[in-house]
C-alpha cells in the first residue's frame, strides 16, 4: 500500500509539473504570425522608446539643458510616432490578408453567407 501511495504521488507531481511547464515552454517559440518587417519595426519601436528614456534621464541628471531636451526629445517622439503609424499600418495589413483568406477559404467550401 505503501508503494502505490509512493506512485501516485509520484505521478501526481509528474502531471503538475508538466501543467506547469507548458506556458513557459510555449512562450519560447516565436510567434509564427509575425513578418520580419513587423519584427524589425518593433526591435526599433523598443530602442526608440529607450532613447526616449534615456533623454529624460539626461534632462534630470543635468545633462541636457531644456532648450537641448525639448528639441531632442521632440525628434525622437516624432520618430517614435512614424515606427508607430508603420507597425499600424503592417496591423492592417494583415488583418486584411486575413480577411481575404478567410473569405477565400470560405467560398471554397460554399460556407460564404453575404451579409
Not at 509512493?6 to 511547464?21: G, I
Not at 526616449?52 to 539643458?65: F, N, V
Amino acid at each position: 500500500m505503501n508503494g502505490l501511495a509512493v506512485l501516485l504521488t509520484l505521478v501526481l507531481l509528474a502531471a503538475v509539473m508538466a501543467v506547469v511547464s507548458r506556458p513557459l515552454l510555449s512562450a519560447r517559440k516565436p510567434d509564427e504570425s509575425d513578418t520580419p518587417e513587423q519584427a524589425e519595426l518593433e526591435a526599433a519601436r523598443e530602442a526608440k522608446y529607450r532613447e526616449i528614456r534615456d533623454t529624460e534621464l539626461d534632462y534630470r541628471t543635468g545633462k541636457l539643458s531644456g532648450e537641448d531636451y525639448q528639441s531632442v526629445n521632440s525628434a525622437l517622439r516624432t520618430e517614435a510616432v512614424e515606427i508607430l503609424d508603420r507597425l499600424d499600418s503592417l496591423g492592417h495589413e494583415a488583418t486584411d490578408e486575413q480577411q481575404e483568406a478567410t473569405g477565400e477559404q470560405q467560398e471554397a467550401t460554399g460556407e460564404r453567407s453575404d451579409v
